[in-house]
């Protein structure tokens, strides 16, 4: 029998993801697939997320997001924020130092990386992982506010160790479950949490 959070959990991946495929959503929500897929069905019924079924995409309606941000306020009581706000504060310098390294992997010398130089390519995964040594203690204090968010935890590492495993995708590939793709949506699980808007963290960090 799942436990009650797991209405949550599904419409919480989904509402992050905006649109995806089952699969992501079974690994998001570490349900068993069956199960995963029960709730969708339930969230479809309810109007709350829509499924193009030839291209098997699950999408969150306007009706998902408006449910699942006030679920995200009975989930976040008591002082749940206040503990995930110093966190985030820390996370922010971290991101910064992550966005200029995904640069340097895609460029160099202001054209596009061929990933044909190994010793630069390694360099810039061993910054990688030294940085990922870094952030693992901040994923881990959100842990412990709300479990939810171990499968940053275990989704970055196994990123990680594809990369040094040989796949380039693991870094910065788009829909590849790379390193990029779980740490925006470690961002974007962040702001919606915290009632952040992107323009106002990018307007509030901005040079004065």
């Known amino acids: 029998m799942l436990p009650d959070t797991a209405a949550f959990d ?11 495929a089952t699969d992501p959503l079974v690994a998001g929500s570490r349900y068993a697939r069956e199960d995963v897929l029960a709730e969708l069905e339930k969230l479809r019924a309810d109007g709350l997320a829509t499924h193009m079924e030839r291209r098997d995409l699950w999408r969150v309606t306007t009706e998902g997001r408006d449910r699942h941000a006030a679920l995200l306020d ?13 966190e985030y504060e820390l996370f922010l310098p971290l991101n910064d130092r992550f966005k200029e390294l995904c640069t340097r992997w895609q460029l160099r010398d202001g054209v596009t990386n061929d990933h044909t130089d190994s010793p630069y390519d390694h360099a810039r995964i061993d910054e990688l992982g030294a940085l990922h040594e870094e952030s693992m203690p901040v ?5 412990a506010v709300r479990p939810r968010f171990e499968r940053y935890t275990e989704g970055l590492t196994r990123a990680l160790t594809r990369l040094r495993g040989g796949e380039q995708q693991a870094f910065t590939g788009v829909l590849r479950d ?3 793709d779980v740490w925006m949506e470690l961002h974007r699980d962040l702001l919606v949490s915290l009632k ?13």
């Open 10 to 20: 599904v419409l919480h991946v989904l509402a992050l993801k905006g649109m995806a």
């Open 74 to 86: 009975e989930d976040l009581t008591g002082d749940a924020r206040d503990r995930l706000r110093p």
């Open 139 to 143: 994923v881990d204090r959100l842990t």
């Open 178 to 180: 790379s390193y990029h």
């Open 196 to 208: 952040i808007e992107r323009e106002t963290e990018e307007r509030d960090r901005a040079p004065r």
